[in-house]
């Protein structure tokens, strides 16, 4: 009897490490890729994006969530560091401040190669068709001519120096692959042709609001009642986004967006969403948080949901822990799926985080605590990484890429290397082009070429009118 009293809690302690000891084992094969760090907006804020200051050093930087042995610890994997900017910049230098956002992400790449991968794809390989003896079967080869479906089996891989690198790739090579996500759809100030910009720069994922309204787009101050809404969710340019996003391969963010934002893109896209950092309303019934007819929604489409850790949204107060972080990772497991659930910190976004769950160096004791409760190794490694690259793939898929196929590749026939064209985004679809309405714009600090001339451009009844009001009360004596 008195002996196996003090037994108990050693074996608490052994459990304890048997879940730590297994959550790392797990987490050596599959990394975390976690949804959202800010990591970029310090590099600003404490350097002015200065890498060179000896203060910036990512191998010692001090005072953050984040910095390179704590990503080693945590056994971080992928990271979509955000590029973000405040809505202050809206209508003002946000495209500005965004390129220099996503220029400091691609300069940590250069200055710690050893570490850092900046990736744009889920594999590292473009996969596009090969046409093997096209012109003999009547197919053109040219790029961007339209063929005819081919089997898998004429599928094969880019040359190794045109290999766009992928988050699997940086897997193998023991690397962060690092994506850009752009936090706050304000970013591309209402335009398409700064949409594709920032694709073509690496942007993987754009939140579609900030907390701001954008001209399209409602924000999640609207169901607070902070804001009011203007778009009743996504506006018909707002549709245009989402397509444009669809159609380029971009996922589409639902962090921060109103309630009927949400609902109105999980009813448009032709792909899975995400929510990049947000927990579950039910559990904290903070409007930033994802509530459950919503989370059903999230089921039916395989999108995602990845739990933010500040506080304000775990437990609805200055204090949370580690635990309650587990429970609302439980509860979307629970209501939408356990496809459904990944990780998306906010770390050095955020001004207070759980006990037990500091920085980035602390997942696997949040991995360790959802064995405990009896999560399966198949579900924790969704958690990790495999969903989010499911989402990914199914995003990519949805632009126009294919998958590898099975097996091995056939060789180029008759010894002649096989034409191949870039990977690029949907060809099948025509880029949208109509522009927002003129009017629909704060107008004080921009020009407005174009829109005199172009046909079509919908401005609303009056909006030519106004526009000349400020010459005519020039002109009067």
Known sequence: MWTSWWLWPLMAVCAADQFRDLAVRIMQDTPVIDGHNDLPWQLLKLFNNQLQDPGANLSSLAHTHTNIPKLKAGFVGGQFWSAYV?????????????????DVIQRMCQAYPETFACVTSSTGASWLPALLGGARRGHRAACGSRV????????????????????????????????????????????????RALYHLGMRYMTLTHSCNTPWADNWLVDTGDDKAQSQGLSHFGQSVVK???????????????????????????????????SAYSLCPHRRNVPDDVLQLVKETGSLVMVNFYNDYVSCSAKANLSQVADHLDHIKKVAGAAAVGFGGDYDGVSRVPLGLEDVSKYPDLVAEL???????????????????????????????????????????????????????????????????????????????GYSAAP?????PGSLLASLVPLLLLSLP
């Open 86 to 102: 405040p809505c202050d910049t809206q209508n003002r230098d946000a495209v500005k401040r965004t390129l220099e956002q996503i």
């Open 371 to 449: 064995l405990r409760r009896q999560w399966t190794e198949a579900e924790v490694r969704g958690a990790l990484a495999d969903n989010l690259l499911r989402v990914f793939e199914a995003v990519e898929q949805v632009r126009g890429a294919r998958p590898p196929p099975p097996g091995p590749l056939p060789p180029p026939q008759g010894g002649q290397p096989t034409p191949v064209c870039p990977q690029a985004s949907n060809h099948a679809q025509v880029p949208g082009e109509e522009p927002i309405p003129l009017g629909q714009l704060e107008a004080s600090c921009r020009t407005n070429y």
């Open 244 to 278: 444009e996003m669809n159609r380029l391969g971009v996922m589409i963010d639902l962090a921060h967006v109103s309630v009927a934002t949400m609902r109105a893109a999980l009813k448009l896209s032709q792909a899975p969403v995400i929510f990049s950092h947000s």
């Open 148 to 195: 005819a479906p081919r089997p898998l089996d004429s599928w094969v891989p880019l040359p190794s120096r045109a290999l766009l690198a992928g988050i699997r790739q940086a897997f193998q090579e023991g690397k962060v692959a690092s994506l850009v996500g752009v936090e706050g759809g304000h970013s591309i100030d209402s335009s398409l042709g700064v949409l």
């Open 456 to 460: 079509s451009l919908h401005l609303p």
